[in-house]
Nanobody, 117 residues
Framework: QVQLVESGGGLVEPGGSLRLSCAASGITFTMYNLGWYRQAPGKQRELVAA???????IYAGSVKGRFTISRDNAKNTVYLQMNSLKPEDTAVYYC???????????WGQGTQVTVSS
């Protein structure tokens, strides 16, 4: 059974930092491309950052320079370090693991990030 379990969300003031983690089980982790997505109320889910099985990385323009995605294949975990957080970063953040761009892959349950003073 495949499971992706996110953690690390919470309430933070503007300018603060959070580190999200997503622990995977039930998959051959090294074969999967991993992504962090977010969905704000009333908006569509959007890609925040992704890292391929080979280590290639892409970021959404809105987070480039502030967020860093990384993976630890020994721990079957993908991380999202979020710095200089803004109120517009408020959303539910989801982890995704997919083996290619055709199949939808697997999703975690999401973790809430709220940036507010």
């Amino acid at each position: 059974q495949v499971q992706l379990v996110e953690s690390g969300g919470g309430l933070v003031e503007p300018g603060g930092s959070l580190r999200l983690s997503c622990a995977a089980s039930g998959i051959t982790f090294t074969m999967y491309n991993l992504g962090w997505y977010r969905q704000a109320p009333g908006k569509q889910r959007e890609l925040v950052a992704a890292i391929t099985s080979g280590g290639n990385i892409i970021y959404a323009g809105s987070v480039k320079g502030r967020f860093t995605i990384s993976r630890d294949n020994a721990k079957n975990t993908v991380y999202l370090q979020m710095n200089s957080l803004k109120p517009e970063d408020t959303a539910v953040y989801y982890c995704n693991a997919r083996i290619n761009s055709v199949l939808p892959g697997y999703w975690g349950q999401g973790t809430q990030v709220t940036v507010s003073s």
